[in-house]
């Protein structure tokens, strides 16, 4: 079965230095890969996917993540971190579409 | 365009009683899921819809939980009894289909059970 791991539930940055989010996923086929952000009280928010079109995919703020298949990662990475990058994330993967499996998520701090 | 709408946001029942919630998918979506997140946690599968048909309920614990998906738009999440357990956050979410799996996601209804 399909899973997803997320290496530290908590993550812990000062403003400005670089975000390192680690994923991985155990697949027998590639499978599309998603990062959401979830703030405080809000639902799951589309950071960025991959779709198997180009294996270093940009999201939205200044979020990207690198697809490397040798590793099974998908590990989401912002040089700067700001105050409002604060939040819950989740690395999910879905092989054929059919739904989302989701890892168990990493809180991220962000001390000024 | 309006993003998926649930209602309501909270919910606090005591056990026993019954709940339910309700959810309205983005225009076109066909896909609609409902998933499950306790505290700590990802977000679980409980249940996905393809228009009308429940394509995936294997999650879905039917002795307490039902769902039904009318004209294959808005969707209903019940709950009855509620148990302790239950104590949870329901996200609904929509998608257009396809192979990505990409999902749109709702707020969530925050159910706590007393």
């Known amino acids: 079965a399909q899973s997803v791991t997320q290496l530290g539930s908590h993550v812990s940055v000062s403003e400005g230095a670089l975000v390192l989010l680690r994923c991985n996923y155990s697949s027998s086929v590639p499978p599309y890969l998603f990062w959401y952000v979830q703030y405080p009280n809000q639902g799951l928010q589309l950071l960025l996917k991959?779709?198997?079109?180009?294996?270093l995919v940009k999201g939205i703020n200044g979020f990207e993540a690198e697809f490397k298949k040798s590793e099974t990662s998908f590990h989401l990475t912002k040089p700067s971190a700001h105050m409002s990058d604060a939040a819950e994330y989740f690395c999910a993967a879905s092989e054929y579409g059919n739904k989302l499996v989701f890892g168990a998520g990493t809180i991220l701090r962000v001390k000024s | 365009e309006a993003g998926v709408v649930q209602s309501p946001r909270y919910k606090i029942i005591e056990k026993k009683q019954p709940v339910a919630f309700w959810c309205n998918p983005i225009s076109g979506h066909n896909t609609l899921y409902w998933y499950l997140q306790n505290l700590g946690q990802g977000p679980e599968l409980l249940i996905r819809y393809e228009n009308e048909e429940a394509v995936d309920d294997s999650q879905l614990p039917k002795d307490r939980f039902s769902a039904e998906r009318l004209k294959g738009v808005d969707s209903t999440l019940k709950i009855q009894p509620a148990e302790l357990g239950d104590s949870a956050v329901y996200l609904c979410a929509s998608s257009l289909g396809g192979r990505s799996g990409e999902a749109f996601f709702g707020q969530g209804t925050r159910l706590t059970v007393v």
């Open positions: 991959y779709t198997s079109a180009a294996t």
